[in-house]
Every structure is written in structure tokens, then in C-alpha cells.
């Protein structure tokens, strides 16, 4: 008990309170001149801009394969369930590599692009394809096990009822749904702002266009400006806190509901 | 409800009508499927393949060259070792903390639940950032450390501190529903018994939790061998000596040598798919027991 909030405090706490106490030595005015510079808030424009993209990408085609992976029985099924797991196995330096080298104008997947006139590599929609990469576990393995979850008898009863498959879908299925996906989203968002290993390769890194936030606090680090990485990082520690305790919600949310059902 | 499905099966809805009310028609069915494996193949399988398509771009020969080179040799050493480190500190917090956690009752639990799942929620960049800020040479115990003589950034302390970090919640977070559902019941005839509380934990406590333990394990290992953003940051990149597998990976393509970048990505990839391997072997263990 006392060895765990100790040991919690030496490799959490304390250096996590060392980055507000690096803040607390700059005045609020500069801490929030370094938090909204020109070049912050392109990044953070950027970063929150693809994160919610791909989380929503994520969210519609996540459920899609949890339906697909709980409903059907089709060959090739406990394979698609396994690949699942990939992006959130791998690391994020190999991902970014290996989505590069896809996306590139040589690559795969890059080239049928290249033939659309669309660019993937260095652009934002680049970034946004990484981070939806590495976010489709999130909303998968959020999703999957509230469906198994679900009780046919209630879709039976609706059906049995007169409702056609729209409306259940629509009014039994979904209404059930809703905190697992809202959830997966969350935390599907919450690891993309963070993300720094797969989009570095991906994105270019050309200032205002294609800079994440996470890679602005390193080329502060890297120039050895504390003060202005400190500033970011300030930001985006409020907003990780922010997702932390939205999905702790949406769980508790959820925990009601099925308790009430 | 029981009711109405016994009046309205007899009924009789035309023959193709029943199956269709829990079930989509074929055509859907099939689009949901093919939808489903295009976006994780053309996500997840394509890339994957792509690796490896480039590691063995030039020949088997190249790609030995580039996993036997030294400084990708000390690559692995730095890798292993670290994660050889903060794996175990990380078990041995993660049963203490998911034993306090789900034994007890106490004011604050439910905040230390959150804490642990702190790192998971922060940026990487910023898991290492807060080291520099601790330990560097500007930090706040940077000059009696290099009063000391003692480097902990640019060097393995820093590597296995930010290592730990990241991988903090893995142990615990596999645990603490695990010995929550368990109960203590056990545990307490045992002591009862006279037992003592090392023997309750060696004898009743770990067989108990020994999948849930080793699944936690395997989750913790694979994210402290490919761990990027924050082992980046208190690195210094010094080759050979600071490197790590995924930072060796960026050095090598940054410096345009991609095939070699790529042959030592396959090992980390090879690393990765050995980690699901494993979990979904013991978790069906942990389904079992």
C-alpha cells in the first residue's frame, strides 16, 4: 500500500509535478504567449484537426468490423480479429515507417493515389491516415464486447413487434451502443493528439502545414528552449486530463446503463 | 415478451420473412464483411507486408548485413536490457498496487485508480520531456547530479525511467479487475489457517493470478521494447551506445539507408507479432482458469 503510492509518486507523480512546477517559473503571460504563438497554433490545429478526423473514421468503420467480427461467421473471421490488435502491438516508429512506405508516390497504396492526384505523404490527410492507424484498435475492442454483450431477445422481441431491421438498428441496437462508441471515440482521440512515433515519418514535418504538437515539444526540447516545450506540454497535459476523466465518464455512464437494463 | 414470440412464431411470417428479422439479407451481410477486411487489410495487412517487402529488398544477404551490424547488435542490447529492467519494476508495482487496489477499501482508491492510468493518457514526447525537466542538465536535480558524476538523460537511467514510465499501468490494469472478481475469501482461510502472508501470496494469491500476471507481462514487454517518443527524447541518440531498436530504426532511414531501416523494423515487427501470439494464447488460459 504504502510501497505502491510511493513507487506511483517516483516514476508518475513527481515527474509529472516537475513539469508544473517548470511552468509556475514563468508568468501566466508568458506561459500563454508560448501556448498560442503563430507556430503553436498551427500545431495544435493540426493535431486536433486529424485526430478527430481519423477518431471519427475510426468510430463508423471500427463498429463496422466489431459488427462484422460478433454477427457473422465467415471465413478468415479469427484472423480479422487477431489483425485487430496489430497497430496497438507495433511499435509506433514501425508503423510510421511501414505507413510511409505504403503511402509513399512508389508506394502501394501511394502510387494508385499518385495516379488520383492525391498526395498522402507530408500532408495532413498523411497524418490523419497514421492516426487512424494506430486508433481503430481503440474503437474495436471498445465496441466488440458490448455486442456480444447485447441480448437477441430484445432485437427478437422488436422484431417480433413489427420493427423492421432499420428500426432496430436504429432504436434497439444503437441507443445500447452509444457509451462503447462515444468511449472508443475518446479514447481512440485521446492517444492520437499524443502521438508522436508514426505521424514523425509520415507528416514531413514542414512548419504551420504538417508540424503535430507533440513534434513542436521536441524541436524545443532539441533547442533547448524548456520554457516554450514546457508551455506545450502544459496544454496538452490539461487536455490528456480532460480525456482521462471524459472516459472515465462515459464509463461510469455506461456501467449505469447496464445496470439499469 | 416470452408470450408474444410463442403466439407470432405459429403465426407464420412468409418463409423468408423470419430469418431476415435478426439478421440482415445476404447482401448486406456480404458488403459489411468485405468492408470490414478491406479497411484492416488495406490499413493494418498492406503495411505490414510493406516492411517486410522492403527489409528484403535487396536480397537476403543485405538484410543479414543490416541485423548484424554492430551498432544494430547494440541496439537489441540496449533494448533488451531496458525493458529487462522496467518490466520487472513494473510487475512487481503492478501486483502490489492491484492487491491494495482490490483487497481494500480506502479514501483516495478510486484517484489512484485514475493515476495509474495516467500514462496512458499522456503524449510519449511528454513522458520523456518531464525526465529532461527532472534530470537534465537545466532540470531541477541536474546540478547535484552532475556534481555526482551521475547521468541520468543521454544515458541508460534516463532510457529505463522513461521505459517505466510508459509501461506503468500494463501490469496493474490486467490485475486489479482479475483480483477484484477473485475475491479474498481464500486468501483468508489461509491466514486463518496459519499461513503467512509470503506463503498466502506464493501458495494461494500468484497460482490464482499467474495468466492474468503473465498476460500483463507480455502487454508491458512488447511496449517497452518499442517504445519511440519518449525513449527519443532523454536518449541523445548516441549510436551504439543510446540507441534503442526503434530509434536505431529512425537513425537508419533518416539517413537514406532504408533497406537496412527497414530489415531492423522487421525484427521489431517480428517482436510485435510474437506479443499477440503469445496474448491470445494465454488468454485463453485466463478464460479457462
Not at chain 1, 497514421?130 to 422481441?157: D, H, K, M, N, S
Not at chain 1, 417480433?160 to 479514447?187: E, K, M, N, S
Not at chain 2, 537514406?256 to 531501416?261: D, T, V
Amino acid at each position: 500500500m504504502g510501497y505502491t503510492i510511493v513507487y506511483l509518486s517516483l516514476i508518475v507523480l513527481i515527474p509529472l509535478a516537475t513539469l508544473v512546477v517548470k511552468t509556475a517559473e514563468l508568468s501566466p503571460g508568458e506561459v500563454w504567449a508560448l501556448a498560442t504563438s503563430r507556430r503553436a497554433m498551427a500545431s495544435y490545429q493540426v493535431t486536433f484537426g486529424a485526430s478527430l478526423i481519423a477518431a471519427l473514421v475510426n468510430m463508423v468503420f471500427g463498429t463496422l468490423v466489431a459488427w462484422a467480427l460478433v454477427r457473422y461467421r465467415f471465413p478468415g473471421r479469427s484472423i480479422l480479429d487477431a489483425i485487430v490488435d496489430v497497430p496497438f502491438a507495433l511499435p509506433t516508429a514501425v508503423s510510421g515507417l511501414a505507413l510511409t512506405a505504403v503511402l509513399a508516390p512508389t508506394g502501394w497504396i501511394g502510387r494508385w493515389l499518385t495516379a488520383l492526384g492525391i498526395q498522402a505523404v507530408f500532408t495532413p490527410l498523411g497524418i490523419t491516415l497514421a492516426l487512424t492507424f494506430i486508433g481503430l484498435p481503440f474503437v474495436v475492442r471498445t465496441v466488440q464486447p458490448v455486442l456480444e454483450e447485447l441480448e437477441p431477445e430484445v432485437e427478437e422481441a422488436a422484431a417480433v413487434l413489427g420493427a423492421t431491421r432499420w428500426q432496430i438498428l436504429h432504436r434497439v441496437i444503437f441507443p445500447a451502443l452509444t457509451p462503447a462508441l462515444l468511449t472508443g471515440f475518446a479514447l481512440a482521440f485521446a492517444r492520437a493528439i499524443g502521438e508522436y512515433g508514426s505521424v514523425v515519418f509520415i507528416s514531413g514535418n514542414k512548419q504551420f502545414e504538417t508540424e503535430i504538437t507533440p513534434l513542436l515539444i521536441m524541436t524545443r526540447l532539441e533547442q533547448f528552449d524548456y520554457a516554450g516545450a514546457t508551455a506545450l506540454a502544459l496544454v496538452m497535459l490539461i487536455v490528456s486530463f480532460a480525456m482521462l476523466l471524459t472516459i472515465n465518464g462515459l464509463g461510469a455512464w455506461a456501467r449505469r446503463r447496464a445496470g439499469h437494463a | 415478451m416470452i408470450e408474444a414470440r410463442a403466439v407470432a412464431a405459429p403465426a407464420g411470417a412468409p418463409a423468408n420473412a423470419p430469418v431476415a428479422a435478426n439478421d440482415e439479407p445476404a447482401w448486406v451481410r456480404r458488403i459489411v464483411i468485405a468492408v470490414a477486411i478491406g479497411f484492416v487489410g488495406l490499413f493494418v495487412l498492406v503495411p505490414l507486408a510493406a516492411v517486410f517487402g522492403e527489409a528484403f529488398r535487396r536480397g537476403i544477404a543485405a538484410y543479414g548485413r543490416a541485423i548484424t551490424d554492430p551498432v544494430a547488435l547494440s541496439a537489441v542490447k540496449l533494448t533488451f536490457l531496458a525493458a529487462g529492467i522496467a518490466v520487472p519494476l513494473n510487475v512487481v508495482f503492478g501486483v502490489a498496487a492491484s492487491w491494495a487496489i482490490a483487497r481494500f477499501r480506502f479514501p483516495g482508491r478510486s484517484i489512484l485508480i485514475t493515476l495509474i492510468d495516467l500514462p496512458l493518457a499522456v503524449s510519449p514526447v511528454i513522458a520523456g520531456m518531464v525526465f529532461v525537466l527532472l534530470f537534465g542538465r537545466q532540470g531541477l536535480l541536474g546540478p547535484w547530479l552532475s556534481a555526482h558524476g551521475i547521468q541520468v538523460i543521454f544515458a541508460l537511467p534516463g532510457i529505463v525511467l522513461a521505459t517505466t514510465f510508459v509501461t506503468f499501468p500494463f501490469v496493474a490494469r490486467e490485475l486489479i479487475p482479475l483480483m477484484e472478481a477473485q475475491g479474498a475469501e481464500e486468501e483468508e482461510a489461509a491466514i486463518v489457517l496459519g499461513a503467512t502472508g509470503w506463503q498466502t501470496f506464493l501458495r494461494v494469491t500468484l497460482p490464482k493470478i499467474k495468466w492474468g500476471l503473465l498476460y500483463g507481462v507480455v502487454l508491458c514487454t512488447a511496449r517497452a521494447m518499442g517504445e519511440f517518443g519518449a525513449v527519443s527524447v532523454v536518449s541523445g541518440h548516441i549510436r551504439g551506445r543510446t540507441n534503442t531498436l526503434p530509434l536505431h530504426v529512425e537513425i537508419l532511414y533518416n539517413e537514406y539507408e532504408y533497406q537496412a531501416a527497414f530489415a531492423v523494423a522487421s525484427l521489431l515487427v517480428l517482436l510485435a507479432l510474437a506479443s499477440l501470439v503469445a496474448r491470445r494464447v494465454i488468454a485463453r488460459r485466463v478464460e479457462t482458469t
